[in-house]
């Protein structure tokens, strides 16, 4: 079955400064990998996304993303950090078809000091 | 930019009552979903929903739960006797037909059962 892991429950950085993600997927073939943003009392907001072709993805907000499929790895990065991207950030893997659901990872809590 | 609405934004049940929460998906899109968020755990899905009838569902989706699409545009989730382990938020979520299209959410529904 598939699984998503996100190894920090909760990161902490300092405005301005660089960010990365972590994320681990377990999936039988290539996945469909997304991140997705949820501030506080909000929605689910697609970052991005990774289907096929180049590996490193661009997303909304000044975020990119790498798959390394060597490393069954998908980790979120944004250069320089803003007092606003303060929120919980979620990894995702699927879908193959139409309706297969998506299989989230636990999240990672992200708090920016100044 | 079109978006999936979720309505009430939160609901305050009695333990034992029903409740139905409703979703707008977005207007072209054909595959639905319901997902959940227990408080500081990650989300999870529950069923998804395509031409008139449930795709798949999670083990979470038991007999308590029901969907409908009574309408063209909304999507319903329905908990018949509502347990407090019940009280989560409650995210629905549409994609577009192609396998590659990732799915939209709305909002949530914060269900806080008494």
């Known amino acids: 079955a598939q699984s998503v892991t996100q190894p920090d429950i909760h990161i902490t950085v300092s405005e301005g400064a660089s960010l990365e993600l972590r994320c681990n997927y377990s999936?039988?073939?290539?996945?469909?990998l997304f991140w997705y943003v949820q501030s506080p009392g909000q929605g689910l907001q697609l970052l991005l996304k990774y289907f096929s072709g180049d590996t490193l993805v661009q997303g909304i907000k000044g975020f990119e993303a790498e798959f390394k499929r060597s490393q069954s790895s998908f980790n979120l990065r944004k250069p320089s950090v803003h007092w606003s991207d303060a929120a919980e950030y979620f990894c995702?893997?699927?879908?193959?078809?139409?309706?297969?659901?998506?299989?989230f990872g636990k999240g990672t809590r992200l708090s920016v000091i100044a | 930019e079109p978006e999936v609405t979720q309505t009430p934004s939160h609901q305050v049940t009695q333990m034992g009552q029903e409740v139905i929460l409703r979703c707008v998906p977005i207007s072209n899109h054909l595959y639905f979903y319901w997902y959940r968020q227990i408080l500081g755990q990650k989300v999870e899905f529950l069923v998804s929903?395509?031409?008139?009838?449930?795709?798949?569902k999670s083990e979470i989706f038991d007999d308590q739960f029901s969907v409908e699409r009574p309408d063209g545009s909304n999507f319903t989730l329905k908990i018949r006797s509502t347990k407090l382990e019940d009280s989560a938020m409650y995210f629905c979520?549409?994609?577009?037909?192609?396998?590659?299209?990732?799915?939209?959410f709305g909002d949530g529904t914060r269900l806080s059962i008494l």
């Open positions: 999936y039988g073939a290539t996945p469909y």
């Open positions: 995702a893997v699927g879908p193959l078809s139409g309706n297969t659901p998506l299989v």
């Open positions: 979520a549409s994609s577009e037909e192609a396998s590659n299209q990732p799915q939209h």
């Open positions: 929903f395509y031409n008139n009838e449930i795709s798949e």
